[in-house]
């Protein structure tokens, strides 16, 4: 059992290291793969970084629409609050 594992593993060594049957032409599909995944690399990067300069944009722009809400809320004074009548008569019939 050994031996025949040791034949076969010997015989697929001399056909992988042959290589007078390998082709050099490896085509353009693989040159536009390559670019391609370059250019995902830069972009996820270049996200990235603008994810991290726009937050504290974020933040400023957050803190001033709470500060315009909370200013808005207290320059207007609220309605009185009006009691139905006809249900508080109602009641105490």
Same mark, same amino acid.
């Given at each position: 059992?050994? /031996? &025949?594992?040791?034949?076969?593993? $010997?015989?697929?060594?001399?056909? $992988?290291?042959?290589?007078?049957? =390998?082709?050099? /032409?490896?085509?353009?599909?693989?040159?536009?793969?390559?670019?391609?995944?370059?250019?995902?690399?830069?972009? =996820?990067?270049?996200?990235?970084?603008?994810?991290?300069?726009?937050?504290?944009? /974020? $933040?400023? /722009?957050? &803190? *001033? &629409?709470?500060? *315009? *809400?909370? *200013?808005?809320?207290?320059?207007?004074?609220?309605?009185?609050?009006?009691?139905?009548?006809?249900?508080?008569?109602?009641?105490?019939?």
């Amino acid at each position: 059992m050994l /031996y &025949r594992f040791s034949t076969i593993s $010997l015989l697929l060594a001399l056909v $992988l290291l042959d290589s007078s049957s =390998a082709h050099a /032409y490896i085509g353009p599909i693989i040159i536009i793969g390559a670019v391609g995944t370059m250019f995902g690399w830069i972009a =996820a990067i270049g996200v990235a970084v603008l994810i991290v300069l726009s937050y504290p944009i /974020y $933040l400023l /722009y957050r &803190r *001033k &629409r709470n500060r *315009k *809400k909370s *200013k808005s809320e207290t320059d207007v004074p609220t309605p009185p609050t009006e009691t139905n009548e006809t249900t508080e008569t109602t009641i105490s019939q």
